[in-house]
């Protein structure tokens, strides 16, 4: 079975009790439960982790990247100035898609940069768990053989493909 590694950074361990407008009403474990059946309608096994701190998450991707085909990343505030996040992505060699619950390019202009997204191969965000589904799917399209993948420009809309 093929593995998804689902990593989710700083304060996201707070789901449920966070602003639900912008994050939902999920709880992260809710959230990482959705996922793994999501994953498991493609023949993906998913191992989440969660950390407040920027070395747990290179730590977790260095020892757990040999073992997978692809990666889930909703970095938190570590989208915005994480070079380290960006480079242990790079340095693992599987696809790598960023995720966001809530549509951080119309909220505070601080939120629309990501050093991340230039590290992985499509940005969904602003669509709550909808947005992990949808990079599921994605990974599911990248890891069968017949299917050109586009990818996506993490300038434009994180929600449309190029």
């Known amino acids: 079975m093929k593995l998804i590694l689902l990593i989710h950074g700083a304060n996201l361990n707070m789901l449920g009790k966070r602003d639900q407008s912008h994050y939902g009403t999920l709880t992260l474990k809710e959230l990482e439960a959705h996922v793994a059946n ?35 990343i909703n970095p938190g505030a570590y989208t915005h100035y994480s070079y380290a996040i960006h480079d242990a992505l790079l340095d693992t060699g599987l696809p790598a898609i960023e995720v966001h619950l809530s549509n951080v390019t119309e909220r505070e202009d601080w939120r629309a940069k990501s050093v991340i997204a230039p590290a992985c191969v499509a940005v969904f965000a602003g669509e709550k768990e909808k947005s992990y589904e949808k990079a599921v799917n994605e990974l599911a399209k990248l890891s069968s053989p017949s299917t050109k993948h586009e990818t996506l420009n993490p300038k434009q809309n994180p929600n449309q493909k190029s």
């Open 38 to 72: 999501v994953g498991k309608t493609h023949g993906f096994k998913v191992k989440a982790f969660q950390s407040n701190f920027e070395g747990g998450i290179i730590d977790f991707l260095q020892k757990n990247a040999s073992k997978a085909s692809g990666i889930i």
